[in-house]
């Protein structure tokens, strides 16, 4: 139900390579996985929305400095229930989660005009970088805590299943 609803979110998502529903697939098995950052929401005992937080590393001068970051994708709602805030509440939720497992921040590549409604902003404020091209617009993070971040900066260190 998962796979098919996140196929169907992107579908029509002019940036999206439509195989996102794999990517998740794929975190699933991973040690970057943890469930209780795979977050589902239902109406009527339907799954009408998804959320998945990972977790990630940040690498500066080979050091790298591990879970205690993650990489919020994807998150995703069916076409039907979009626009009612589903996808919000999820990203809320997840954060509230996530800082209670003493994560530092969340990481993302995302459209410049939903994400910074929650807090995000760019990485480039924080000296971080993708580690592939992406317009410096899209690509942010969200610190779960005032200043979690002070003093780290570097490169994101995806797991391999992002690019496998």
Do not use: W
Not at 48 to 58: D, W
């Amino acid at each position: 139900a998962i796979q098919k609803l996140i196929q169907e979110a992107f579908e029509t998502i002019e940036y999206s390579d439509h195989q996102e529903h794999l990517l998740v697939e794929r975190l699933r098995k991973s040690t970057a996985y943890i469930p209780e950052l795979a977050l589902v929401a239902t109406i009527d005992e339907q799954i009408v929305g998804y959320i998945l937080l990972t977790k990630l590393a940040i690498e500066n001068k080979n050091v790298i400095i591990e879970e205690q970051v993650l990489a919020l994708a994807p998150v995703a709602v069916s076409p039907t229930f979009q626009g009612q805030g589903i996808g919000g509440k999820l990203i809320l939720e997840a954060h509230e989660i996530a800082r209670k497992l003493t994560y530092k921040a969340i990481i993302l590549l995302g459209h410049q005009d939903y994400y910074p409604r929650f807090g995000y902003r760019q990485t480039a404020a924080y000296n971080i970088t993708l580690p592939f091209e992406a317009p410096e617009e899209n690509c942010m993070l969200y610190e779960l805590y005032s200043n979690s971040l002070k003093n780290i900066t570097g490169i994101v260190k995806y797991p391999r299943v992002f690019f496998e």
